[in-house]
């Protein structure tokens, strides 16, 4: 099954499409991690990429789609996958549509308050890109690696708004375009509960 993760910023799609990759057995692929990978290189394309996360702002389409279409022929895709984070755009969700068949839209429905509110607080690992919230952490270090935390340019509060402005443009358009193939979930849950939803309107 070829799914797609699609909400706010802050709906707990990174959270969900972990879990559902371990339940699913389905690789998850992630824009924002493929991008961050890229970005922390030296290469021109790295620095690029860079330049728009640290303003908040959305990597070009262009960009993306030839970074998700090299992602998806690998071969551990052949039976399905899990995207997180893309398509955003309408003209992002044509051109993945000529590449590959897409299944279920999974969309993950949460407030601008709950959205600023969990994004502005959370942290994520230097080293192995683990995510925390202040709320749930003690210190300043990654449980996983011991590595130090900090706060991602995009997470600060302008930079929140303009995403979520960017979102209700941009993407929110994407639920008419996939149509029947959108599953609506209430994404304020808790995370067990998220993940128990998304699992009974899939049939998994």
């Known amino acids: 099954m070829n799914i797609i993760l699609l909400g706010p910023q802050g709906s707990g799609k990174g959270t969900q499409a972990t879990l559902l990759s371990g339940k699913m057995q389905l690789p998850k692929i992630s824009t924002g991690d493929l991008l961050r990978e890229i970005a922390q290189g030296k290469t021109p394309l790295g620095e690029k990429i860079k330049s728009y996360q640290s303003k908040g702002l959305l990597v070009p389409d262009g960009i993306v789609i030839e970074v998700i279409k090299g992602r998806i022929q690998r071969k551990d895709c052949k039976n399905g996958f899990i995207l997180e984070g893309f398509p955003r755009t309408l003209m992002q969700a044509e051109h993945l549509g000529k590449i590959t068949a897409i299944d279920k839209v999974v969309l993950l429905k949460i407030s601008d308050a709950e959205a600023v509110s969990r994004l502005s607080t959370r942290r994520q690992c230097k080293k192995c890109n683990a995510i925390y919230s202040l709320n749930n952490i003690e210190g300043n270090k990654c449980a996983k690696c011991g590595s130090d935390l900090y706060q991602r340019e995009d997470d600060k509060p302008g930079a929140i708004k303009k995403r979520l402005q960017l979102y209700k443009k941009e993407t929110e358009p994407l639920i008419k375009?996939?149509?029947?193939?959108?599953?609506?979930?209430?994404g304020s849950k808790p995370v067990e509960n998220v993940l128990n939803d998304i699992l009974k309107k899939l049939g998994a």
Do not use: S
């Open 177 to 186: 375009y996939y149509g029947k193939r959108i599953v609506e979930i209430d």
